[in-house]
């Protein structure tokens, strides 16, 4: 029995006979551990068993069964299983457009912003050899591109360093069916059995509408780690089909996503990536302008995401990346982040999390000793026992960083520090200079963390290594004190003497 009463069956695998063909003597076949994976997890979102059904007959160009004419338009959903040998089908080709056909005659092929028909990437196609029913859709790549050897690779549920992303993109597939399913059950049907279509994207009041900006492919598994886990939490991902290659025509699509949503967040990677037609620049720079010219609008915010230690593979790709890291401009109502995978997940969850209201424990008080935030990174904890002592003997409580516990922790108790200190320094040593803008724009965002007093003081002590950029680094955000070599208590004095000065203001 299926899921859907209009519907003798949920879901019809399209796939070519090539595609199933196991490699060894008593193997199973791609299609055939596909299918049962997504069976299982299918049940698992569904909490029903949906009925999944494919001709396990299927010989490449042969004639196309009348059985297949009768059961194709019984189906919800059609699910394509792209490869070479699809491309080649006769047989494939005339199941697409009978299943377009008949939808067309039921509400049509597209739901709102949600397609009839899931596109399963076995191995890489060209996007201009996909059939022209494909093109606008999103898929689900079951492959990774071998950088060394420069060649795709199929994904595989055997134990292997990527058989963790084929049950992944499983899981993917299986989530998004179980939405639309439960969508179409919901209320997609009318009275006569036909589907109702809808054109724009909605949201209720608990669902956030971001702009996961498209990315190269040298980072195309962050980019889905990051799409599923907002899906998971209920929020709508846009975009939620391919981006136009042509320039005029993809800046109007990205301009109409980017009116709907609150955030937009984009990864930057090692490759440039993709150059639309009639464009000079790659698409993942097309869209940071364009988030960029949206941010102007304060409902509107960016985050812009540089892994760690990256390093780019071409001069347009390195010359872009100096740009966001170095020119003001660029970072205008942007916050740029170089961190872990997992640090960045942890700062879009605060970052959508709604803006609390200051409760008496997050405002300072006037009693008691003054308190100063002594932020460094983790490698410097070492190099400011002497600021900390200092600081200390001055009559000052004197907060760190917290060391251990989990990225969420530590996020939290910084943001909790950055409310309840009266005036914080932070230790430039050795830590990198994006780890100093990541800190100073979060002293700019404290407003938004709920502190409603100001610092009394904000301070930058360089130290450390001499080096030509400590030395010309300046800034109107808060007090620059350089101290190189041997410790001076005489350098903290101007910060000191700040601090007493705004107190008696």
Known sequence: MSFLPNYEDDIFISYAHNDNQALLEGQRGWIDSFHQALEKRLQVHLGAKAKIWRDPRLQGNDYFADTLVDQ??????????????????????????????????????RLGN??????????????GKHPTELQGMTGYAFYYIDEKANRARELSPESGPHAIEYWQKIDDVAQDLTSLLEEMKRGAAGTDGTLR?????????????????????????????????????????????????????????????????KLSIHLIGANYGVIPEAADRSL???????AAERSKDNSFARLIWLPEGLEAKEERQQNFIKYLKYDQTAQQGADLLETSIEELK?????????????????????????????????????????????????????????????EA?????????????????????????GWLRTKLRDLQKIAGYGRTKPMLAKGIYVGGSETSSKLRYRTHEALVMRNFGQFSSDTLQPFVDEIKSARKR
């Open 72 to 109: 194709i338009p019984r189906v919800a959903i059609l699910v394509s299983v792209l490869s070479p040998s699809y491309i080649n089908s006769e047989w494939c080709r005339r199941e697409m457009e009978l299943f377009c056909r008949v939808a067309g005659e039921t509400g049509g092929v």
């Open 114 to 127: 949600r397609a009839r028909i899931f596109k399963v990437e076995k191995i890489n196609v060209p996007l």
């Open 197 to 261: 279509s809808q054109t724009v994207v909605q949201s209720d009041s608990t669902q956030t509408i971001i702009y996961l900006a498209e990315t190269s492919s040298d980072l195309s598994p962050q980019h889905d780690r990051i799409k599923r886990e907002l899906q998971e939490r209920g929020h709508i991902v846009l975009p939620n089909r391919p981006l136009p290659l042509n320039g005029p025509e993809l800046q109007e699509t990205v301009r109409e996503y980017l009116k709907t949503c």
């Open 284 to 290: 993942v720079c097309l869209q940071n302008e364009l």
């Open 346 to 406: 942890t700062y879009i969850q605060d970052k959508l999390k709604p803006t609390p209201k200051p409760t008496p424990a997050q405002i300072v008080d006037d009693e008691g000793p003054l308190r100063i935030y002594l932020i460094c990174d983790t490698q410097d904890y070492d190099n400011i026992a002497l600021l900390e002592d200092y600081f200390y003997n001055q009559g000052f409580e004197v907060t760190l960083p917290l060391r251990e516990g989990d």
């Open 409 to 433: 922790e530590v996020r939290e108790d910084h943001k909790e520090s950055l409310l309840l200190c009266d005036a914080v320094v932070i230790f430039y040593g050795n830590a990198s200079e």
